[in-house]
C-alpha cells in the first residue's frame, strides 16, 4: 500500500485517505457558456503526467492538495491548501439582462 | 455500595459492558465511573501496568476549534505551541491536544482537580465567539486510556500507524483509523506506564471496546479501574 | 518400508516423541517435527495425490511446498500442503482428486485416452450447444477438482497485525542471515523473515564441501550471530507473500497476517531448482536434487534404495554423496554435459566409483505398475541441447534425483517492480533493476558458489543501511566469480514421441500441449499460459515456468528476452481465505438508547454504520405491527429514535452565507428561532442530500443531515470551505446528540409535562420553530418538525443522557399510550405525507426538477453549488418526474419498489416507494414515470415479478392531510 504524507498528520497508509478530483478553477457560473459549464462539470483532464489533486485526510477531514505523477504513480509534494486558495471568495449575480454587470467569481 | 449507572442521568454508553465485567462504580461528575474490578487491587495495578483498558469517560472534556482558538485559548491562560499532534499539559494537570492550527481537545487530569475544562467552557458563549467555536467532545467522543507495557503491541493488531515507544514518544498525537474507526490517540505516559489516552466516536463505543478486548486478550489484558489508573499516576 | 537414518540425519525431527495420525484411514506413525510428506516416505507412502487432469499418481517433487504434488485434505480443510504441514496427533489427511480411492481412481482411465483430451479441450467441446455446458461442467467439475470445500466447516480466528522495522530481510539462509547481521551492525530495527521452520536455508540441507562439513559450520556460526543480535528479530516459518507499494508486504505466519512497511528490504529468497523434463518425469520417486537431500538431512527420511542421479552442476554430485552417505546405492550419475569439468564433488563422487554417464541424460522412466513408482531408467545420448537419440542403457532403482539447474526466486522482485533479463553465460534470469529501497541478495542475485553468497549477503546488508552504518566502516566486497555460470542447464526438455514428458505437473501440461497451443496461435507467452493453463495451478509456475518460456523461445525462434516471461502477482504462495477473511473489522454504531430499543423487542437494521430500530415485536407479525406503529402517530402520539440523524453545527459570522452557496434555498434572512428545509445539490444539479437547519444565534445554525449522507455532506462543506475561505467553523456533531420525535396529536401533551421552561403552545412554538429548552431536566435543542406529518417535537440531548430522555419520553407518556416507532412505520408515514427519502426516492441522477422540487430553488442567490446545472436543466424538456401514484384495485398483485413502469416496450420509469397505507386506505407509492405520464389523473402501468402489468393511477401530493393542518396543530 503506498505511502502519502499528509500536510498535517505525515506519512498515512493510502487507506486513510480520499481522492478529490483534479484541482480545477471553476468557470463564472453566470458568464461561461453551457458547454464551458458541462466541461466543468463532466470532463476530466486525465493527463499523463504531473497532476493537481485534492486529496483528504478522512479521520481528520482535512483537505489538502498533492501533486501527482500519474505516469510514474509518484506522489512528488503535498501541501495545504491555503498554499492555492488565499483570498475569500465572492459570487455576485450580474443585474439583468445576463452579463451586463462583471461578477467577482475568484479562484 | 457500588453506584448503579443508571442512577444518574448521564451515562457513559460503556456502562452496561462494565457491570457486566463486575465493576464498582462511584460518582465523578454526576455520572457513574467504573472505579475498580472485584477486590484485588494490587492484582488490578499489576493489569494497568501490563495491559489494561479503563473507560474515562465520565471525566471532563472539551474541545474548541476555529480559526482564532489557538489566540483564545492562549487568552484563556492556556499555555500551547506551534506544533500540531501534540499534547500540552498545563500546570493544573489538565492536557491540550493541538490536533489542528484550530482544533485542541481539552482534557482533565486523571484526579480531577483541573478546573479547565469548565473554565473555558464558563468564560465561552455563541455571542462571544470570535473564530473560536466549542465542540462538545464529553458527548460526542469516548475516553478510554489504554495502558501497560504490552499497550503498543495491542495497538499494532487495530492500527496501521506506527506507535511502538520509541517512535511514538510522549505527548504525539496520531489522528487516524482504529479498526476502521476515527480516532484521537494520544501518548500521555502515567507514572512512568507506557498509556494512550484514545478519544473516539461515542457511537462506536460498544464496538471499539469489543475490539480492543479482543485485541488484548493475547497480553491478558481485561478492564480496570480508574482507582488503578489513579495509583499509577500517584494520586 | 523404507527406514529412518541415524542421527545426524533428521535435523528437525524428535525421535522421543512419537506421533501418529492418520492418511486414507490408514494410521501413520511419525515423529514430532515430521512433515506429512515426510512421515508418509518414511512409511514407504510415496503416492500423495492424484493428478489434475489425467488422475496420475503424485509424489513429492520438492518438498519445499514448492510443487503442487503435495496437496492433501486434512479434514474440512483443502489443498493443505503435504511436504510442509507438520504432523500432529491425530491429524486425518485424505487425498484429493479421486473417484473411489487414491490407490484405485477410477477416474485413471482418463489417462490412457489422453490424445483426446488435448489442452483447450474443454473450451472446444463443451460450449456447443451451449444449453449442455451446465451438464458437462458439473461432470468436469467432478473429475478435474481439487479437495472438497466443507461449507459448515469452523470457523478459525484469523487475526492480523502490522508491522515496522527499518530493515527486513526476506530469506534465511547464507545471504539472509548474512545481511541481517550486517545491516544490524547499523543499530536499527532488522527483521528477518523466513519461510521454514529453521534458519539456515540450504546450509540445512545441501552440500558445499566434499566432506559435508563446510554447511554444518557457517549455519553454526551465523545463527548464533544473529540470535545474539538484540535488534534482529526472527520469524520462521513466516511467508513473505506479496509485494506492494512502498515496501509493503504481508507475512503469513500460523493464523496471523502481518502487514509489514519496511524501510529497507533485503530479498535474499534463493532458487528454485528446476525439473528435467523426460518421459515419466512425475512418476512418484521423481524428486528433486534438493528434495532428496531435505529428506535425509532434515527428516532422516531414506527415500529409497537405489538412485539414479541426473547431473548438470556441481551440486547433483553433492546429492550423490549425501545418498551415499545414506547409505543408498547410486546407480549411476547421468551427466547432460558431455564433458563435465572436474569439481571438488564430483571428482569425490568419482573416487566412491559411482558410474558417471557423461553427455547422457534421462529418456525415461519405467514406471511400476499404473505409474505408482519408479522401477527403472533408461539413458539416452545428448545430441544436441534438449535432444537426444534414441534409448540408451537402462539402469534399474527406485529413486531418481534431478540436479539440472536453477532459477531465481522472482516473485518478490517482480512484484515490487524490479526486472530481469535473461544471461546466456548461466542460462537464468538474472535482475537487471531494482526499484529504490529493495535490494536483492544471494542466489536471487546471482550469487551461487556459497563464500559469494556470504559476501552478496554482507553487501546487501550494509547496502540496505549504508547512511546509518559509521562512517569508517569499509564497503563490504563481493568476489567477481559468483559461480552462476555452468550450473543450469539451458534446455531441460528432452520430448518423448509418446508424450507424458510433463512440463507442468499441476495441470498435466506435457511438451505436446504447448507445441499444438502454439500452432494454434498462441503464441504470446500470457496466451500460451492461459490456453494450455500451464504455470495456472497451485504451485504458480515456480517449476514450469522457465520450461515453457524456453520452449517457446526454441519453437518460435526467437531469444528467451523476446519471449518474456509471465507477469508475477501476489500471492506468493497460497493463501488461506481465513487470512483474507477473518478477523476484519466490521464498525456499528449504536445510539444511546440501542439497548432500550432490544428490551423493547425491537427488530434492528442497519443505516449506513448505524443499528436503527426497524419496528418493534415478532417478526411474523411485522406488517401489523408497522401498522399499529404508524395509527398511533396518526391517532395519539408515537416516538422514535432519530439520534443517527446527521447533525452539523455550521457557525461563524458567515454561516448564513454558507448555507446559501452549499444549499439551494436562501437562509440569510432564516429568523432565528426558526428552521429552514435545506437541499444540497452538486455541481450537476444531482440531488445528494437533505435535512433542515435550525437557526439558533445569528452566527450558528444547526443542520441536520440524512443518516448516511452526513459524512460526504460535512467533507463537502469543508472542501468547499477550503476554497471559499469564509469565516465559517463547521463541526460534525452527529454523534454528540441522542434525538427523540414524539409525533401525533398527543405529543404537545406529553412533552409539556417534562418541558418545564419552554411553552410548548402553537403561539410560542409554531411549527417550524426551534429552541433551547429543558427537558426531564437535560439541556435540549428543541425542533419543531414535521416529517411524518403529524404534531411533532423533535428532541436532541446530550448524547449521554439519551436513554435517560427516552426513559422520561416513555414515562410522561404512559397515561396517554405512547409507544416507540421504527423506520419501517416512519417510512409509511412520510409516504402519507409525500416526503422524498433521499437516495431512495432520488438516484445519482435526479435534480430537483424532475423531484417537483422547484419550490426549494432560490432563483435570486448568487450562487450555489449546482445552480448553473439547474438553471441550464430548466431550460430543457424534462425526461422524467418523480409523481405520486395510488392503486385502487386490491385484486392486483402489490408492485415493489424498484419495479418498472413500462409503456409498450419502452421503460419509462420505476417504482421508488410504495406503501399499503393505513391512513389513506390505498396502495400509495412515488414512481418516476414519463413527463406525459405525469400529470394527477393519468394511469399508467407497473409491471410486477412474473411479468404481470398493474394499473397506477397518479395523484396530487400529499396522499394524506393535504393542507398540512395537522403538523401545524
Known amino acids: ?107 | 455500595m457500588s453506584l448503579n449507572p443508571i442512577d444518574r442521568r448521564a451515562r457513559s454508553f460503556l456502562y452496561r459492558e462494565l457491570m457486566a465485567a463486575g465493576a464498582s462504580f462511584a460518582e465523578i461528575n454526576g455520572q457513574a465511573c467504573a472505579m475498580r474490578f472485584g477486590s484485588d487491587s494490587l492484582a488490578e495495578l499489576a493489569r494497568a501496568r501490563a495491559m489494561a483498558i479503563c473507560d474515562l469517560s465520565p471525566l471532563r472534556r472539551t474541545g474548541y476549534k476555529g480559526w482564532a482558538t489557538a489566540e483564545w485559548l492562549a487568552a484563556q491562560g492556556c499555555r500551547i505551541e506551534d506544533a500540531p499532534n501534540r499534547v500540552y499539559g498545563q500546570d493544573d494537570g489538565a492536557r491540550i491536544a493541538r490536533l489542528s492550527r484550530g482544533e485542541f481537545v481539552v482534557l482533565s487530569d486523571l484526579a480531577q482537580s483541573t478546573t479547565l475544562p469548565d473554565r473555558l467552557d464558563g468564560a465561552w458563549s455563541i455571542a462571544s465567539a470570535n473564530g473560536c467555536f466549542r465542540v462538545p467532545r464529553t458527548d460526542s467522543s469516548a475516553w478510554v486510556v489504554i495502558t501497560g507495557e504490552h499497550a503498543a503491541s495491542m495497538f499494532a493488531k487495530v492500527c496501521g500507524v506506527d506507535l511502538r515507544p520509541h517512535t511514538f514518544v510522549n505527548h504525539s498525537i496520531a489522528q487516524t483509523s482504529l479498526a476502521r474507526m476515527n480516532a484521537i490517540i494520544c501518548r500521555s505516559d502515567i507514572g512512568g506506564t507506557l498509556a494512550f489516552d484514545v478519544v473516539f466516536d461515542l457511537a462506536s463505543s460498544v464496538y471499539l471496546w469489543g475490539a480492543f478486548l479482543d485485541a488484548m486478550q493475547e497480553f491478558g489484558g481485561k478492564p480496570v479501574g480508574l482507582e488503578a489508573i489513579r495509583t499509577l499516576a500517584g494520586v | 518400508m523404507t527406514s529412518r537414518l541415524p542421527e545426524p540425519f533428521g535435523a528437525l525431527i524428535d525421535r522421543s516423541k512419537p506421533v501418529s495420525f492418520s492418511f486414507e484411514g490408514r494410521n501413520v506413525q511419525g515423529f514430532k517435527g515430521d512433515t506429512i510428506a515426510s512421515a508418509l516416505l518414511a512409511n514407504g507412502v510415496t503416492m500423495l495425490s492424484r493428478s489434475f487432469k489425467y488422475h496420475r499418481p503424485r509424489g513429492p517433487l520438492t518438498m519445499a511446498g514448492h510443487d503442487g504434488n503435495t496437496l492433501v485434505q486434512i479434514g474440512s480443510e483443502p489443498n493443505r500442503q503435504a511436504d510442509r504441514v507438520p504432523i500432529t496427533s491425530g491429524l486425518k489427511v485424505t487425498g484429493i482428486n479421486y473417484w473411489g480411492s487414491l490407490e484405485h481412481d477410477r477416474f485413471a482411465l482418463l489417462g490412457k485416452v489422453d490424445r483426446f483430451l488435448p489442452v483447450g479441450f474443454y473450451y472446444k467441446a463443451f460450449y456447443k450447444p451451449r444449453w449442455m455446458w451446465p451438464y458437462w461442467e458439473k461432470l468436469i467439475r467432478r473429475v478435474a477438482g481439487l479437495g472438497v470445500v466443507d461449507l459448515h466447516s469452523h470457523h478459525g480466528y484469523f487475526d492480523k497485525e502490522y508491522l515496522f522495522c527499518d530493515v527486513m530481510v526476506v530469506g534465511g539462509g547464507p545471504a539472509g542471515l548474512e545481511s541481517a547481521l550486517a545491516a544490524s551492525d547499523a543499530g536499527g530495527e532488522v527483521i528477518l523473515v523466513d519461510e521454514n521452520r529453521m534458519l539456515g536455508g540450504s546450509l540445512n540441507y545441501a552440500r558445499f564441501d566434499a566432506a559435508g562439513e563446510r554447511a554444518k559450520i557457517e549455519r553454526a556460526r551465523l545463527v548464533a550471530a544473529v540470535e545474539a543480535r538484540s535488534n534482529i528479530r526472527v520469524m520462521t516459518e513466516t511467508i513473505c507473500n506479496g509485494a506492494y507499494s512502498d515496501n509493503w508486504y504481508p507475512l503469513v505466519r500460523g493464523n496471523r497476517l502481518y502487514k509489514l512497511r519496511a524501510g529497507e528490504t533485503v530479498i535474499a529468497v534463493g532458487s528454485y531448482e528446476q525439473p528435467l523434463i523426460f518421459r515419466n518425469n512425475d512418476v512418484p520417486g521423481v524428486m528433486l536434487g534438493s528434495a532428496v537431500q531435505r529428506l535425509i538431512r532434515l527428516y532422516g527420511v531414506k527415500p529409497g534404495s537405489r538412485a539414479v542421479v541426473a547431473a548438470a552442476n556441481d551440486d547433483a554430485y553433492g546429492v550423490a554423496l549425501d545418498l551415499l552417505d545414506a547409505g543408498i546405492e547410486v546407480a549411476c550419475v547421468t551427466d547432460l554435459r558431455s564433458d563435465p569439468p572436474s569439481a571438488p564433488l564430483a571428482d569425490a563422487v568419482l573416487k566412491k566409483r559411482v558410474p558417471v554417464v557423461a553427455g547422457s541424460t534421462i529418456y525415461e522412466v519405467e514406471s511400476g505398475s499404473e505409474g505408482r513408482g519408479v522401477r527403472a531408467v533408461r539413458l539416452a545420448k545428448v545430441t544436441s541441447e534438449g535432444q537426444a537419440a534414441a534409448k540408451g542403457d537402462s539402469f534399474a532403482c527406485d529413486l531418481v534425483a534431478v540436479s539440472t539447474g536453477y532459477a531465481p526466486m522472482a516473485p518478490l522482485i517482480s512484484q515490487s517492480g524490479g526486472t530481469f533479463a535473461y544471461d546466456a553465460a548461466s542460462s537464468m534470469l538474472a535482475i537487471c533493476s531494482l526499484p529504490d529501497h529493495v535490494i536483492a541478495a544471494g542466489s536471487l542475485n546471482g550469487a551461487y558458489a556459497l563464500d559469494a553468497t556470504l559476501e552478496d549477503g554482507r553487501r546487501a546488508g550494509f547496502e540496505a543501511t549504508r547512511n546509518s552504518q559509521p562512517a569508517s566502516a569499509a564497503v563490504p566486497t563481493v568476489r567477481a566469480d559468483k559461480g552462476a555460470a555452468g550450473i543450469t542447464y539451458p534446455f531441460p526438455i528432452f520430448s518423448h514421441p509418446r508424450g507424458k514428458d510433463f512440463v507442468d505437473l499441476d495441470e498435466d501440461v506435457q511438451v505436446k500441449d504447448l507445441e499444438h497451443a502454439m500452432l494454434e496461435g498462441y503464441e504470446h507467452i500470457e496466451l500460451l499460459k492461459r490456453f494450455t493453463t500451464n504455470g495456472m495451478g497451485p504451485s504458480q509456475g515456480r517449476n514450469s515456468s522457465m520450461p515453457a518460456v524456453r520452449l517457446a523461445a526454441r519453437t518460435l525462434k526467437q531469444s528467451i528476452d523476446a519471449t518474456g516471461t509471465t507477469t508475477s502477482r501476489p500471492p506468493v504462495m497460497q493463501v488461506k481465505m481465513g487470512h483474507l477473511a477473518g478477523r476484519s473489522f466490521e464498525p456499528v454504531r449504536y445510539t444511546a438508547m440501542h439497548f432500550r430499543h432490544l428490551e423493547a423487542g425491537a427488530k434492528m437494521m442497519s443505516a449506513g454504520l448505524w443499528m436503527r430500530p426497524e419496528f418493534y415485536g415478532d417478526h411474523a407479525r411485522r406488517a401489523e405491527l408497522i401498522r399499529a406503529e404508524a395509527k398511533n402517530v396518526r391517532e395519539n402520539v408515537g416516538m422514535i429514535d432519530v439520534s443517527t440523524l446527521g447533525g452539523l453545527d455550521v457557525r461563524g459570522p458567515d454561516a448564513a452565507e454558507f448555507l446559501n452557496r452549499m444549499y439551494t434555498f436562501a437562509y440569510t434572512k432564516q429568523p432565528v428561532g426558526r428552521s429552514r428545509y435545506v437541499l444540497m445539490t452538486d455541481q450537476a444539479g444531482v440531488i445528494t442530500d437533505d435535512g433542515v437547519a435550525c437557526r439558533f444565534h445569528d452566527d450558528w445554525f444547526y443542520v441536520t443531515a440524512t443518516t448516511s449522507g452526513v459524512d460526504a455532506v460535512y467533507r463537502q462543506m469543508l472542501w468547499y470551505n477550503a476554497q471559499w475561505r469564509l469565516k465559517v467553523d463547521i463541526t460534525n456533531v452527529t454523534a454528540a446528540y441522542a434525538g427523540v420525535n414524539v409525533a401525533g396529536p398527543n405529543a404537545r401533551a406529553v412533552l409539556q409535562k417534562i418541558c418545564t421552561d419552554a411553552d410548548l403552545s402553537k403561539e410560542a412554538f409554531p411549527y417550524m420553530g426551534v429552541r433551547e429548552a429543558t427537558v426531564a431536566g437535560i439541556r435540549s435543542l428543541l425542533l419543531r418538525v414535521g416529517f411524518v406529518g403529524e404534531l411533532g417535537y423533535e428532541v436532541h440531548v446530550p448524547a449521554s443522557e439519551g436513554e435517560a430522555l427516552w426513559d422520561a419520553l416513555m414515562e410522561a407518556g404512559k397515561e396517554s399510550g405512547i409507544r416507540p416507532f421504527g423506520v419501517e412505520a416512519q417510512r409509511v408515514l412520510r409516504l402519507e405525507k409525500g416526503h422524498i427519502i433521499v437516495s431512495q426516492d432520488t438516484d445519482g441522477l435526479t435534480n430537483p426538477l424532475e423531484a417537483d422540487m422547484a419550490w426549494a430553488i432560490a432563483k435570486t442567490k448568487p450562487f450555489f453549488v449546482g445552480m448553473r446545472s439547474i438553471e441550464i436543466q430548466s431550460k430543457q424538456p424534462l425526461t422524467r418526474k418523480l409523481v405520486g401514484f395510488e392503486i385502487t384495485d386490491r385484486t392486483q398483485p402489490m408492485p415493489k419498489e424498484c419495479h418498472l413502469v413500462v409503456r409498450g416496450r419502452e421503460i419509462t420509469g420505476r417504482v421508488t416507494s410504495i406503501t399499503d397505507s393505513p391512513a389513506v386506505g390505498k396502495i400509495i407509492g412515488l414512481a418516476y414515470v414519463a413527463l406525459d405520464q405525469s400529470e394527477p389523473g393519468k394511469t399508467f402501468e407497473i409491471k410486477v415479478d412474473g411479468g404481470k402489468l398493474v394499473s397506477a393511477v397518479v395523484v396530487k401530493l400529499p396522499f394524506y392531510d393535504p393542507d398540512s393542518k395537522r403538523q401545524e396543530l
Open chain 1, 1 to 107: 500500500m503506498k505511502i502519502i504524507h499528509c500536510p498535517l498528520n505525515g506519512p498515512r497508509n493510502a487507506q486513510e485517505f480520499v481522492h478529490g478530483g483534479e484541482v480545477v478553477a471553476m468557470p463564472d457560473p453566470h458568464r461561461s457558456s453551457d458547454a464551458e459549464w458541462a466541461s466543468f462539470v463532466f470532463l476530466e483532464n486525465n493527463v499523463a503526467g504531473v497532476v493537481r489533486e485534492w486529496w483528504c485526510h478522512v479521520p481528520t477531514a482535512y483537505w489538502f492538495i498533492a501533486e501527482r505523477d500519474t505516469v510514474r504513480d509518484e506522489f512528488i509534494r503535498t501541501y495545504d491548501a491555503s498554499e492555492l486558495f488565499r483570498e475569500r471568495v465572492e459570487f455576485t449575480r450580474p443585474a439583468a439582462p445576463k452579463g451586463d454587470a462583471p461578477n467577482g467569481q475568484g479562484a
